[in-house]
């Protein structure tokens, strides 16, 4: 599987960015997909993540209800839509694909690059 973020860029504070990963070599229906995110000098952390057919979503506390995760089969592709972005959102965030639950990054079996997000006080 491999796997392509987009849509990250330099937003102002109480903005809204929406990432997409697309997913190619093998059919992303059979994957757990979800999102993750490091900013400089912290671990990488969980964002959310989403079983196939959108049965399960999972959410890191930190969301809030302002993140929400959703996967288009068809097309392969999981999305992150992200309103009211602070500074703190700041980091470079990364789509991952597992067999299986994906809520922290060690279950992950298959990553993105990475994605870029900047939010601007």
């Known amino acids: 599987v491999q796997l392509q973020a987009s849509g990250g860029g330099l937003v102002q504070a109480g903005g809204s960015l929406r990432l997409s990963c697309a997913a190619s070599?093998?059919?992303?229906?059979?994957?757990?997909m979800g999102w993750f995110r490091q900013a400089p000098g912290l671990e990488r952390e969980f964002v959310a993540s989403i079983t196939w057919n959108a049965r399960n979503i999972y959410y890191a506390d930190f969301v809030k209800g302002l993140f929400t995760i959703s996967r288009d089969d068809a097309k392969n592709t999981v999305y992150l839509q992200m309103n009211s972005l602070t500074p703190e959102d700041t980091a470079v965030y990364y789509c991952?694909?597992?067999?299986?639950?994906?809520?922290?990054?060690?279950?992950?079996?298959?990553w993105g690059r990475g994605t870029q997000v900047t939010v601007s006080s």
């Open positions: 070599g093998s059919p992303s229906s059979f994957y757990v």
């Open positions: 991952a694909a597992s067999p299986g639950i994906l809520t922290n990054s060690r279950f992950a079996k298959y």
